[in-house]
C-alpha cells in the first residue's frame, strides 16, 4: 500500500513501518544517554570539591561527550528481561552502565597520552593531558576506574549478594590484563608488526571486544531471573556480545580510513599514520567491510532465543554498522 506525504512522495507502508521504527529507537536511545549523563553527574565528585583539579577532569573527560554505545547495550541486555515489576531493575542496570563508561573514559584518556597513542583530540575537544596536563590525565584514568568498581560494590546494590559479586567479577576481567589493558599491551607491542588475522582479532576482542562483552553481560546480570533456560540465554547473549563487539572495531578500522576528524572528534587517519595493524591493513578496505558484515549476522542470529525482546540490540548492532563517528 502506498500514501502521499505532504510534500507528494509517495511512501509505501513497509517505508513508514521502517521510519516509524527508526525514530522509535532514536527516541530510546536519547533517553538512555540522558539519563545516563545524570546518573555520571551525580556519582562524579563535584568540580568545587578539593582536589578541585582532578574532580575537574574526571568531569571533564566523562561528561558531555560520546555516544555511550556500551551503557546503551548494557541498558538493552537489561531489557530483555524488562518487567514493570521489578522495581530495582532499572537502579542497577544504571549503576552497571555508569561503571562501564567510567572504566571506557579511563581508557580513552590513557590511550591519548604521550606515553601511549599520544592524541590531541577526543570527543571534539583537546584531550585529557592537553587541557589539564600528563600527571593529572594519569590520575583521572586512576580515579575514574576507582569509582566504577566503587559504584558496583556499594552495600545493598544487588538483592542477591553473588549477583553483585559476578558483576564485580566481569568488570574486573574484562578490565585488567586479560582483558582490556592486555589488548592495550599487545596494540603498544603491534606497532610496524605484520599480525595475521588471528592474532589482530586477539588483540581487539580483548582491547575493545572485552568491555563491550561486559557491557551486555552487565546488564544481562542485572536483570536476569533464574529460569531454566538461563545459561542457555547467557551463552546466546554472550556470541551476540563477542561478534558485536569486534564488528565495532571492524567499523571503527573501517571509519579511520573513511572518515574525517571533525565527524570522528579525534584525529582520522592515526591507525595509518602510527603504522598499525588494522582490519582494512591486513585485509583490505571491501574485505574489511565483509568481514564487520558477517560479525554483524553471527551476532543478530544470536538474539533468536530472545524474539521481540531482542529489538534493541538489534537495532544497536545496526546503530553499530551504521555509525559514521
Ligand atoms: C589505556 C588500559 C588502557 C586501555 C586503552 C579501549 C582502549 C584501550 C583504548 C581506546 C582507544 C581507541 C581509539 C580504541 C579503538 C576503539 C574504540 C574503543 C574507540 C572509542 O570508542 P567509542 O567510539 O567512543 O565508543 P565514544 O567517544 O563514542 O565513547
Not at 56 to 74: D, E, F, H, N, W
Not at 111 to 125: A, F, I, Q, T, Y
Not at 148 to 176: E, K, R, S, V, Y
Not at 225 to 246: E, F, P, R, V
Amino acid at each position: 500500500m502506498s500514501t502521499t506525504a505532504a510534500n507528494g512522495t509517495a511512501t509505501n507502508s513497509k517505508d513508514l513501518t521502517t521510519q516509524n521504527s527508526a525514530q522509535e529507537f532514536t527516541v530510546w536511545m536519547q533517553s538512555k544517554q540522558a539519563r545516563l549523563e545524570l546518573v555520571l553527574d551525580q556519582v562524579l565528585p563535584a568540580a568545587t570539591l578539593a582536589p578541585q583539579k582532578l574532580h575537574s577532569a574526571m568531569r571533564y573527560s566523562s561528561l558531555g561527550g560520546g555516544k555511550r554505545v556500551r551503557a546503551l547495550l548494557c541498558y538493552a541486555a537489561a531489557e530483555l528481561y524488562a518487567d514493570e515489576a521489578k522495581q530495582t531493575t532499572g537502579n542497577i542496570a544504571d549503576v552497571a552502565a555508569c561503571a562501564v563508561e567510567l572504566i571506557h573514559a579511563y581508557s580513552l584518556v590513557h590511550d591519548d597520552m604521550p606515553c601511549m597513542d599520544d592524541d590531541d583530540l577526543r570527543r571534539g575537544k583537546p584531550s585529557c593531558h592537553k587541557q589539564y596536563d600528563d600527571a593529572t590525565a594519569l590520575l583521572v584514568g586512576d580515579a575514574l576506574q576507582s569509582l566504577a568498581f566503587a559504584l558496583l560494590a556499594q552495600p545493598g546494590l544487588c538483592t542477591q549478594a553473588q549477583t553483585q559479586l559476578d558483576m564485580l567479577n566481569i568488570l574486573a576481567l574484562a578490565t585488567g590484563s586479560t582483558g582490556m589493558a592486555g589488548g592495550q599491551a599487545i596494540d603498544l607491542a603491534s606497532v610496524g608488526k605484520p599480525l595475521t588475522q588471528a592474532e589482530l582479532e586477539i588483540m581487539h576482542s580483548l582491547k575493545t571486544g572485552a568491555l563491550i562483552q561486559a557491557a551486555i553481560l552487565l546488564g544481562n546480570a542485572s536483570s536476569q531471573s533464574l529460569t531454566d533456560d538461563a545459561n542457555q540465554k547467557t551463552a546466546a547473549l554472550n556470541t551476540y556480545a563477542i561478534n558485536i563487539g569486534l564488528a565495532f572495531q571492524v567499523v571503527d578500522d573501517i571509519l579511520d580510513v573513511e572518515a574525517d576528524t571533525s565527524t570522528l572528534g579525534k584525529t582520522a587517519g592515526k591507525d595509518l599514520d602510527s603504522n598499525k595493524p588494522t582490519y582494512v591493513s591486513i585485509l583490505g578496505l571491501e574485505p574489511a567491510k565483509r568481514h564487520a558484515q558477517q560479525l554483524y549476522t553471527a551476532a543478530v542470529a544470536a538474539l533468536s532465543p530472545f524474539g521481540d525482546k531482542a529489538i534493541r540490540l538489534q537495532q544497536l548492532a545496526d546503530f553499530i554498522m551504521q555509525r559514521s563517528f
